[in-house]
């Protein structure tokens, strides 16, 4: 229970976010052999996203990450997973549309490098509303505490930005 805990949260927080700071090796680009494969290829090969890929797949969102509409996801960690109450965990997984509104609020339209992230104050996600941006002491950070750690891993069809914590998206 505890390792599909760990990969709900690593899927949420996958789905959306990671800009680092600007001038940190966390900043630094990813090769471009990564480039070759598409978000759901690069996020398995990483390692660090189990929880996200599969909580993209039972979403029913893994084909949209997989096709050629460039995106970038705001990507939370396993151990970003593992930091989500269980009980939140669940109800997420018993509620297949709340899953997807989760993992889209990770996620945004169009190929956003960390260049241009730094220059924003929000970014509208595929969920509907908007995630906040901030840069304080040399890192970005999406809604007030969630830290980029990682920023502009090439997908084919997109980028991905590693966060430190799954993104919950506003009530309605």
């Given at each position: ?6 990969a709900i949260l690593t899927a949420s927080v996958l789905a959306i976010a990671a ?27 990483a390692g660090q996203f189990k929880t996200l890929v599969m909580l ?117």
């Amino acid at each position: 229970m505890t390792k599909l805990i760990a990969a709900i949260l690593t899927a949420s927080v996958l789905a959306i976010a990671a800009f680092a700071a600007a001038g940190t090796s966390a900043a630094a680009p990813a090769q471009e052999p990564t480039a070759q494969k598409n978000i759901v290829q690069t996020a398995v090969a990483a390692g660090q996203f189990k929880t996200l890929v599969m909580l993209a797949k039972r979403a029913g969102l893994a084909g949209a990450l997989t096709g050629r509409t460039k995106l970038t996801v705001f990507a939370p960690t396993d151990a970003a997973f593992k930091m989500v109450p269980k009980a939140t965990l669940n109800k997420l997984l018993r509620n297949r549309a709340q899953l997807r509104r989760v993992l889209l609020y990770h996620v945004v339209a169009g190929d956003v490098k960390a260049a241009q992230v730094v220059g924003l104050r929000s970014a509208k996600t595929l969920a509907g509303p908007s995630v906040r941006i901030r840069v304080r002491g040399g890192n970005v950070f999406l809604n007030g505490s969630t830290r980029v750690v990682k920023t502009d891993i090439a997908a084919s069809n997109g980028t991905i930005h590693v966060i430190n914590k799954v993104l919950l998206p506003p009530t309605r």
